[in-house]
């Protein structure tokens, strides 16, 4: 507050500081204490009297202009060092004036341990009563001054505070329904609520236009509506000028406003307030209040709604996003790609779609050797099984698989001691038969004669199927090659059976490559072709084949099925052994590269339409 000075010596100024009806109106009728403060520092000027130059700085520094300055366009810059000093030292300072000339008399702002300005006044010089005196009442002033900005900042904090709250409700207006068109109408309702509107509605931007998508308190609406209609009119108006249009409009007249008219009269609402909603480097769309009473939209009401358009805009168009069909989402995302490469900006997406692009013209255009790749296997082109020729016991086998054998060399060998001793049966047998025959002869008996015979012959076929069978049972390598399989080392004693196969020996040379070719590529191949054959052992050389032989018989194998293919080699073959895999590819003819590398994509593509297409 502003206090009379007892002394006699001021009472004059303070009957004209008091009389100065101007500076009062003003002070009383300013909205906030910044528009008030000249007002203000010329009446504390009056009440101290003696003043011949004053100072008010408001939250700035040393650099920035004063807030107000008395008498109105006097030079400030002699007062800033002792304003400073009392804002450094947050108390009140009294100093001697420029030249010795009067005193400066300084007092911060404070609020707590904060400076919110400081005030400096310089005063001719007086006694030290009149000099007590002036640094009570521009103290006391000061205090008014301080109030006054406490009060400003707590209405402040009050009206952010109610402003968060609408802002929470708004949100979780949007935020709670699951559909777009649901949370925008659940935002439309609050707003006309809070505000008191008759009527609010949100467009958002499509094309070139606005399209309303929400009415409070209408839960179904035609777009050819005339409402409808003008609203989007209204909402385009504003988005296109990229500004916040209210009517009754501003006198200043810089924004066209004859949308937001019609709308006005054509549905007797009385005031009307449009604010677009931003979002990155454009508008979204847009939010129309409409009012059906005499009280228009405020500064206060427009500045809270823009505020509020802004945090809605990225919740509204994220659920209008998420809830267009998948369709849509598919058509709008190549749209925005295509946009970004041929639109501007985004140079390293253009540089690599150019570099593509000329890589598929290359590709498409350069030819290369077409090759088919499979899976191969090396064998003997003839294999010998060394098998069982009757039931029996294993008693030895020296051979292994992987050995190699010479013509004759014993393999394996069966338990023969029954053989012998059925062999010396038959032996004695045909003995006796002898000495029959030879007393029959001397009696001359021919009928016993041939009976005895028969007898001594079939004793030595027997002893002959013996012998023969006693040679079967050393089992030896037919010629000179390699044991593909067979390894009984460990189950000497064991039975056999006959026909049981014991050992597989494949010669030394003369080798067949076994392909096993993809269904989707044998048809590409033809005997007499050639190519290059890579084995697993042999992984730094490749051998050279040609195919001899492509059979009809498929075999499915690993969920796919394949053709045997054989080939024979046409280099040496010293390195080789029976059972080495590896890979062969075979040239076909020369084709582009863009084929070869799409070949199974594109049949796999043509098979899948195939299946689905009706």
Known sequence: MLTALPSSRAAGTRKAGFADQAAWARL??????????GAWLALQCAAIGGVTAAMVMLEGDISAPPRAVWPEGAEAVPLLPTLEAARARQRGVLEDGPDGV???????????????????????AQSPDALGLSLRQLQWGVAWLRERLASEHLARSRSEEAAGRVLLDLLAAGLEPVRFKDSARGIAIELAHRFSCERVSIGMVRGMHVEVVAISHSASFGKDMNLVRMLGEAMDEAVDQRALISWPARPDGR????????????????????IPMPLRDGFVGAITLERSSLA?????????????????????????????????????????????????RHAVRKAVAAGAVL?????????????????????????????????????????????????????ASLDDRELVLERLRWATERQRRAFEYERALSERNRGELRLITNQIEQADAQIQLIDAQIARARLTAPFDGLLVSGDHSQSIGAAVQRGQVLFEVAPNSGYRVVLSVDEAQVTDLKEGQTGQLL????????????ITRITPVAKAEEGRNTFRVEARLLGSAEAFRPGMRGVAKIEVDQRRTLWIWTRSLVDWLRLSLWRWMP
């Open 535 to 546: 084995l697993a052992a042999l992984p730094g050389d490749s051998f050279p084949v040609e």
């Open 359 to 411: 890589l598929v013209v290359v590709f498409a255009f350069w030819h290369q050797t077409y090759r088919v790749s499979a899976d191969a296997q090396v064998e003997g082109q003839m294999q010998r099984a060394m098998t069982v020729s009757f039931d029996g016991f294993l008693r030895e086998a020296p051979a292994r698989a992987g050995d190699t054998v010479r013509e004759g060399d014993l393999l």
């Open 102 to 124: 009067g005193h400066l008399i300084a007092f911060p702002i404070l609020f707590g341990d904060t400076c919110a300005g400081a005030v400096v006044v310089q005063v001719e």
């Open 255 to 274: 924004l066209a406003v004859r949308m937001h008219e019609q709308l006005i009269r054509a549905h007797g609402s009385r005031s009307a307030l449009t």
């Open 28 to 37: 009383t009728g300013a909205e906030t204490v910044e528009a008030g403060l």
């Open 296 to 344: 228009p939209f405020t500064p206060d009401h427009a500045r809270l709604l823009d505020m509020l358009a802004t945090v809605l805009a990225p919740v509204l168009d994220d659920k209008r996003l998420n809830d267009r069909l998948l369709v849509i989402k598919a058509r709008d995302a190549l749209v925005e790609q295509v946009s970004r490469l041929f639109g501007p």
